[in-house]
C-alpha cells in the first residue's frame, strides 16, 4: 500500500463469483493466472493471464473464476478502507 492506492493478490477457485457491483474507487485488475468471465456494464467479457482490465469509478461489474485457480491482482484508488477493517 502507497499513498493513494491500495494494491494486493488473491488466489480464488473455480465457479467462486463476485456479485455485480460497483464503487467510488478507479479500480485496475491484473490477471496472473486462469481464466475469468467478467461482467461489465452488462456485458460479458472473458480475460485470460496477461490481461488487464480498467473499471472507472462506478461501473458496474463482477466476475466468475472459470479456472481451478485463479490469481489476481487488483489495484484501487483511493485506498478502499472497507477493505482495510
Known amino acids: 500500500m502507497t499513498d493513494g492506492h ?31 468471465r467478467f461482467f461489465i456494464e452488462g ?16 461501473v458496474e461489474h463482477g466476475a466468475t473464476m472459470m479456472d481451478e485457480e485463479v490469481v489476481l491482482v487488483d489495484i484501487f484508488t483511493p485506498i478502499r478502507e472497507d477493505f482495510l477493517k
Not at 494486493?8 to 467462486?16: G, L, R
Not at 485488475?29 to 475469468?36: A, H, I, K, N
Not at 472473458?46 to 490481461?51: A, L, N, S
Open 6 to 36: 491500495a494494491s494486493w493478490q488473491h488466489t480464488s477457485w473455480a465457479a467462486m463469483a463476485t456479485a455485480v457491483h460497483r464503487h467510488p474507487h478507479e479500480q485496475m485488475t491484473l490477471v496472473e493466472r486462469g481464466r475469468v
Open 43 to 58: 456485458e460479458e467479457r472473458i480475460v485470460k493471464p496477461g490481461d488487464v482490465l480498467h473499471f472507472p469509478s462506478n
